[in-house]
């Protein structure tokens, strides 16, 4: 192969500086790209996104009169609805019926009648106001502001794609802003006092019997632990007795 001449050959040299040093570049800034990063797009824990808040929020119960008259599981969803506002409830409790309902229709009066025999003796406000949904059937709705455990953001929201492949949110092996979300709002609504999320519930009294019996032991010297004896269980149909034959 001829030799090139000098200025050929310094074109030729500088223009595999300029590839190697392009070359160079693009591999660093790859390091400065998203999915190289220590820092998490969503930080914490799906408990500090999501936390489980105690709030003064609405209860609502739907009840369905058949004919103006209210069956056994509406009636028990009342007494549940009144012992629910007899310890979390603050303020008074609302009907609210269909738009043109009267007040003193017969449902109305069957529901402020279960009412007085689950034990409410407050005032019932009423308000004909409530519009059904997509051609639903109409219900009558008790509502009381209390307590209740709530998750204050909004779950099913996906603000990145993870299955994207022209995007770097699915390369950190990350938790996604959404995870979690509906395990905490379940747990939140299961729960029967919302204030054990935020302190636990005081002592009960003590065993004066077994603490009494305890410390007796200990001053006679004997182990005060309590002695559980095993007990073997015999199947029914077995024959007992060890005679030869």
């Keep these: 192969m001829a030799a090139l001449p000098d200025g050929r050959h310094a074109f030729a040299a500088r223009v595999l500086s300029l590839s190697f040093a392009a070359a160079a570049a693009g591999a660093l800034s790859g390091c400065g790209a998203n999915y190289a990063s220590s820092e998490p ?7 500090e996104r999501h936390p489980i808040v105690v709030a003064a929020a609405p209860m609502t119960v739907d009840l369905y009169p058949v004919g103006g008259v209210l069956d056994e599981r509406s009636i028990a969803n009342i007494r549940a609805f009144v012992e629910r506002y007899r ?19 017969r449902a109305v009066h069957a529901v402020r009648r279960a009412l007085f ?15 059904p949904n997509n051609g639903a059937a109409p219900p009558l709705r008790l509502s009381f502001t209390g307590l209740k455990a709530v998750v204050p953001t909004e779950c099913g929201q996906w603000p990145e794609d993870l299955a994207s492949g ?13 995870f979690g979300c509906a395990t905490q709002s379940m747990i939140a609504a299961q729960v029967a006092d919302p204030r054990d999320f935020v302190q636990p519930r005081a002592l009960g009294p003590s065993d004066v019997e077994m603490r009494t019996r305890a410390i007796e032991a200990v001053r006679s010297g004997q182990d005060p ?9 015999i199947p029914i149909g077995t024959q007992l007795g060890g005679g030869g034959q």
Aim: hydrophobic share 35%; net charge negative.
């Design 117 to 131: 025999d689950a034990g409410f003796r407050d005032k019932v406000a009423f308000g004909a106001s409530l519009q």
């Design 41 to 47: 797009a969503f930080p914490g824990d799906f408990q």
């Design 166 to 178: 022209s995007s770097v949110e699915g390369w950190k092996n990350e938790p996604y802003s959404n």
């Design 225 to 233: 632990g309590t002695q559980w004896k095993d007990t073997v269980l």
């Design 87 to 105: 310890h979390l409830g603050a303020g008074g409790v609302t009907l609210l019926a269909p738009a043109g309902t009267n007040a003193d229709s």
